[in-house]
């Protein structure tokens, strides 16, 4: 099976816009008439909804911010009485105060709806076996896979996240095919499948969905070539619904969003501007059959730019690159951004480091400095010192010359970075502002 | 001929060398000889063991990055000019020496000492034919 909604998902450009266009009208008169927050929004911006007419008309609406989600803490942007919810999630936290987002029963039929289309362009089918190694709970990960994986009708091993040792285990007993998690888990269960001394032949991984953080096309390589599956990008945010907000499919080209449900645009992330078509800024999404936390206009801060090119595995649906970083948690230092993602990049190509890397900033006499900790493996380690200062001399190097700044890398022993099970924390930023 | 040596990445943090010389004790290995190559933030710790693959399988398994490297043991004359004697053969024959290290034996009264060159085969030949004793690892390992 190639695709889950053919006709959806290879529609003409035209009856995409007719699909999405219907849709936000719709959406936008339903927060208009039953959400508070939306109708002042509306109001201060001297707008009704009859003034949204056409796609062109998303522009003319107010963003909706993780502060505003925060300011109406819990249930204040929801649109349906609270009894048509069937399911609270909430977001980790992990950049202040929760958030609380709600699903009516209609919501979780269209998050199974994408994520099934996902798992399907990964290459899944009914006779697969999906391991969901994120996270179950309150964290969207683990359920949106679970359920999607159910819609197709694959065999699911909810096993939630953590426990690696187990994972890997089930992994060789279950015959896991396709395995969901995010990417810097898939590499920390490929380190264990090699310390347990497991022959990689004995797994069935045929493919893998990785989201919930950046990560490059090196660690991509990275992940293919140590769990020897074919490595896709799958992208969501709690907010819009979850995992399966937009996915890869088998040409890795970038992640079809599911755009009849939710409306992409790529703004300045300090005009609010518009940017016109392949621009590179922050991603918008506008929810528009969502019906227990629609959200208009909503800045996710991840950064990237949107192709309407047809892919050539004959989907229409709009592709947006790989996500190359977050408004907050691209550093800047001395001026210049600087995403994680880079670093990797760099680390991979030198090559056998496996990227355990960390980024440390902080100011010193006024200066930001910025340092690289690298672990050394057992490939790169070498008994001669001189070696050692060349191969921190070439990396130092290779990330100098792709960020345009200097950096101060440093060699640290091997496992001392701290080991993720979720989203790794690849910056500490120290400076004082 | 070769003897091995194990050398582990260390970073320089206080602690680290009484971990390791802690987690061989407990295994039963005695360091023979060992030596620290160090700069401000790392260091390289080379030891000779009793029983060096052990070692090596003890020191992974604890985390560590370690390797096994061959190096030459040699005995000199202990007395002045000894050790310049056998440099000197090995400039003459353009071998490099990488790093090297002296330690006292317990069997001999002469002073042992650990070479790593570039060419290790050729430099036990050279220095064979110019009567340099070469030590036996088993002889090493048993000191």
Redesign the interface.
């Known amino acids: 099976m190639k695709y889950w909604n053919e006709p959806v998902e290879c529609a003409d450009r035209e009856r995409l816009n007719q699909i999405k266009t219907m849709r936000l009208i719709d959406t936008v008169k339903r927060v208009y008439f039953n959400v508070p927050h939306y109708r002042n929004k509306m109001q201060d911006y001297g707008l009704v909804p009859e003034d949204i007419k056409s796609l062109d008309d998303l522009k003319k609406l107010p963003f909706t911010t993780k502060q505003d989600l925060r300011d109406t803490y819990p249930y204040g942007l929801f649109a349906t009485p609270l009894s048509e919810i069937v399911r609270i999630h909430a977001s980790s936290g992990t950049t202040g105060k929760q958030t609380v987002v709600g699903y009516t029963r209609n919501d979780l039929t269209i998050w199974s709806e994408v994520m099934a289309r996902t798992l399907i362009a990964a290459g899944a089918d009914k006779h697969s076996f999906i391991q969901v190694a994120y996270g179950y709970g309150l964290f969207t990960g683990g359920l949106g896979v679970h359920y999607g994986a159910e819609r197709i009708g694959a065999s699911v091993i909810p096993i939630s996240v953590g426990n690696t040792k187990r994972q890997v285990q089930l992994m060789v007993d279950f015959g896991t095919t396709l395995i969901a998690c995010t990417p810097s888990y898939a590499l920390y269960l490929a380190e264990t499948i090699d310390e347990l001394g497991i022959d990689k032949s004995e797994l069935k991984l045929k493919s893998g969905v990785f989201g919930a953080e950046p990560w490059s096309e090196n660690m991509r390589k990275e992940i293919e070539l140590k769990l020897n599956l074919k490595a896709h990008d799958i992208y969501g945010l709690s907010e819009i619904i979850g995992p399966g907000v937009s996915f890869e499919c088998e040409y890795q080209e970038g992640l079809h969003i599911n755009e009849d449900h939710f409306i992409p645009e790529i703004i300045n992330p300090e005009t609010g501007e518009v940017l016109p078509e392949g621009s590179i800024g922050e991603l918008v999404f506008t929810t528009v059959t969502k019906e227990g936390l629609p959200l208009i206009r909503y800045r996710t801060r991840d950064i990237t730019s949107l192709n309407y090119e047809k892919c050539k595995c004959g989907r229409t649906l709009v592709r947006m690159n790989k996500v190359m970083g977050r408004t907050d948690d691209m550093i800047i230092v001395r001026g210049v951004n600087v995403f994680p993602t880079q670093i990797e990049s760099v680390l991979l190509e030198i090559g056998d480091t496996s990227p355990h890397y960390q980024l440390i900033v902080d100011r010193v006499n006024n200066l930001d400095v910025l340092e690289v900790l690298v672990e050394v493996s057992e490939n790169l380690f070498s008994d001669e010192v001189k070696k050692l200062e060349d191969l921190d001399r070439k990396i130092t190097k290779a990330i100098e010359d792709t960020l345009g700044i200097s950096v101060k890398v440093r060699l640290v022993e091997p496992k001392t970075i701290e080991r993720s099970e979720g989203k790794a924390k690849r910056v500490i930023d120290k400076r004082k502002y | 001929m070769l003897v091995k ?1 194990i ?1 582990v ?3 320089n943090k206080s602690g680290r060398l009484a971990e390791v010389t802690k987690l061989l004790g407990e295994n039963d290995i005695q360091i023979l000889a060992l030596s620290i ?3 401000t ?2 260091g ?1 710790l ?1 030891l000779i063991v009793n029983k060096p693959d052990i070692a090596l399988e003890v020191l992974k398994e604890n ?5 096994g ?1 061959e190096v030459i043991g040699i005995s000199v004359e202990d007395k002045p000019g000894g050790l310049s004697r056998v440099l000197e053969i090995l400039f003459k024959y353009d071998v490099s020496i ?2 090297m290290y002296a330690f006292v034996g317990k069997i001999t009264d002469e002073a042992l000492v650990i070479l ?1 060159v570039d060419r290790p085969e050729f430099a036990i030949k050279v220095l064979r034919e110019n009567n340099i004793k070469i030590l036996d690892p088993k002889d090493v390992y048993t000191m």
């Open positions: 040596q050398s990445f260390l970073e190559a160090d700069t933030d790392f390289i080379r985390g560590y990055t370690v390797s490297t990488e790093y790593k």
